[in-house]
């Protein structure tokens, strides 16, 4: 089975490297999300941001020299 995938990638990389060289950085664009370390932190940055920022007291922190809508 894998010397049937082996022969089928060879001669697909001897035929076309440029479509093979595409697939190869797209499966590793897809899958290295799912494997990176920092997908775990990023997740956790993303919980501790609040989603409306600065929040519901912005016109407090507008100073009058400044249009605060």
């Known amino acids: 089975m894998s010397a049937g995938i082996g022969a089928f990638l060879r001669n697909a990389w001897n035929k076309e490297p440029v479509i093979m060289a595409s697939c190869g950085i797209g499966l590793v664009g897809a899958i290295l999300p799912f494997i990176s370390p920092?997908?775990?932190y990023t997740a956790m940055?993303?919980?501790?941001v609040p989603y409306n920022y600065p929040g519901k007291h912005w016109r407090s922190l507008c100073h009058s020299r400044f249009k605060c809508n």
Not at 45 to 48: C, E, G, K, T, W
């Open 45 to 48: 940055l993303n919980a501790a």
């Open 38 to 40: 920092l997908t775990k």
